[in-house]
């Protein structure tokens, strides 16, 4: 594996780097106004939800590389203390893409991307309204990483005060991702859909599982059943005695096929246990 040590790089070689690989990133589609009721709108995909109580969200509008000055949202936020965040989906993607352009700050992005505004309850602050999703935030801190430095990132940390859903997306009181086509940042020019296709669902452990070392040699050094499979049964909080005894047809290439065949399809960890048992 390649070694990078950050502090032997090109600043701007490190940003490519690691924004490559932590990924990928939900984009904050964020709307400010300056004291003069001058709206901006930028998107974010240093970006993330911190805490559900309270409920708090951290957007990093960074100083810029080239000549390390701020950005509007940076500025806003920091004179006004208020801003709102909207999803961004696929089909609105472009227009997040042009709102990202330099334009001077009493240039109304919204106009300039054809997006449209939908008034906010607690500020003047319009959020998306072809956003299903959409936050009020009041700022609670601001944490400069390292201001002498072109680049550095501003940790703007955030209230969620209000919560915007469109019903149509909602199951419950949830967003059911299968109605949203979210878009998510990677790095270069790379984003990513996600769409019903791709989505899979993995229950959280419900007790404490035996671990990978606990599972019969024999399965632990399968070359046909995945690492995947193996967490299922390790995550059983105890073994049948049949499996613990690992006899030749536990271990035949057929039984661990017909197991991991049963994993591949999203079968269930008992699924898989009787697959590899019959």
Do not use: W
């Amino acid at each position: 594996m390649r070694e990078f040590i950050p502090a032997d790089m090109n600043p701007r070689d490190v940003h490519k780097l690691l924004l490559s690989g932590v990924a990928p990133r939900p984009i904050a589609l964020t709307a400010t106004a300056d004291e003069h009721n001058n709206i901006n709108l930028a998107p974010f995909s240093f970006f993330n939800a911190f805490s559900g109580n309270p409920p708090v969200v951290i957007i990093s509008p960074a100083f810029r590389g080239v000549d390390g000055s701020s950005k509007d949202t940076y500025e806003n936020l920091k004179r006004v203390g208020k801003c709102t965040i909207s999803m961004v989906t696929y089909s609105m993607v472009g227009q997040c893409n042009l709102a990202s352009s330099i334009y001077p700050a009493d240039v109304n992005e919204f106009e300039k991307a054809g997006l449209t505004m939908r008034e906010s309850s607690t500020s003047n602050i319009p959020h998306v309204a072809e956003s299903p999703f959409a936050l009020e935030c009041d700022l609670l801190n601001c944490i400069e990483l390292a201001p002498e430095k072109k680049g550095s990132g501003n940790l703007m940390i955030l209230q969620v005060t209000r919560i915007h859903v469109k019903e149509n997306v909602l199951n419950g009181a949830v967003l059911d991702p299968t109605k949203v086509e979210m878009v998510s940042r990677l790095g270069q020019d790379y984003y990513a859909r996600i769409t019903p296709e791709c989505l899979f669902r993995l229950p959280a452990p419900s007790g404490q599982g035996v671990g990978f070392d606990s599972l019969p040699q024999a399965l632990q050094q399968s070359s046909v059943l995945s690492a995947n499979t193996l967490s299922k049964l390790a995550g059983l909080e105890s073994l049948p005695e049949q499996l613990l005894e690992a006899n030749e047809r536990v271990c035949s290439h057929e039984a661990q096929q017909r197991a991991e065949e049963v994993s591949q399809r999203g079968g269930s960890t008992e699924e898989i246990l009787t697959a590899l048992l019959k």
